[in-house]
């Protein structure tokens, strides 16, 4: 059975740092993202890696305060945001994709998706 489990979200002030995981579990996968979702709003892409070359790219929103890496030993994905503002306030998502180890920002690449961890920034 294949799942992806996030974990480190949470309350935090504004310019404050949060590190998000994501475990995965039941196969390796060729490319993570993160994701999020704010109240109202659609889904957004926030950063992606590949697994095997560790490509990585960010949405200008976080580009700069955010880096994406992998632990390939423990299979899971990290997101670690910094300088956090009001704005990322969000319901935050990891998912994965099979297939060619490319980078992609299209959450309609991604077959695989966890439950999500809360991120609230307060100002």
């Known amino acids: 059975q294949v799942t992806l489990v996030e974990s480190g979200g949470g309350y935090v002030q504004a310019g404050g740092s949060l590190r998000l995981s994501c475990a995965a579990s039941?196969?390796?996968?060729?490319?993570y993202g993160w994701f999020r979702q704010a109240p109202k709003k659609e889904r957004e892409f926030v950063a992606a890696?590949?697994?095997?070359?560790?490509?990585?790219g960010y949405a200008d929103s976080v580009k700069g305060r955010s880096t994406i890496t992998r632990d390939n030993a423990k299979n899971t994905v990290y997101l670690q945001m910094n300088s956090l503002k009001p704005e990322d306030t969000a319901v935050y998502y990891c998912?994965?994709?099979?297939?060619?180890?490319?980078?992609?920002?299209?959450?309609?690449?991604?077959?695989?998706w966890g439950r999500g961890t809360q991120v609230t920034v307060s100002s």
């Open positions: 890696i590949t697994w095997s070359g560790g490509t990585t």
């Open positions: 998912a994965a994709r099979s297939g060619i180890p490319i980078y992609s920002d299209a959450k309609e690449s991604y077959a695989y």
């Open positions: 039941g196969r390796t996968f060729s490319t």
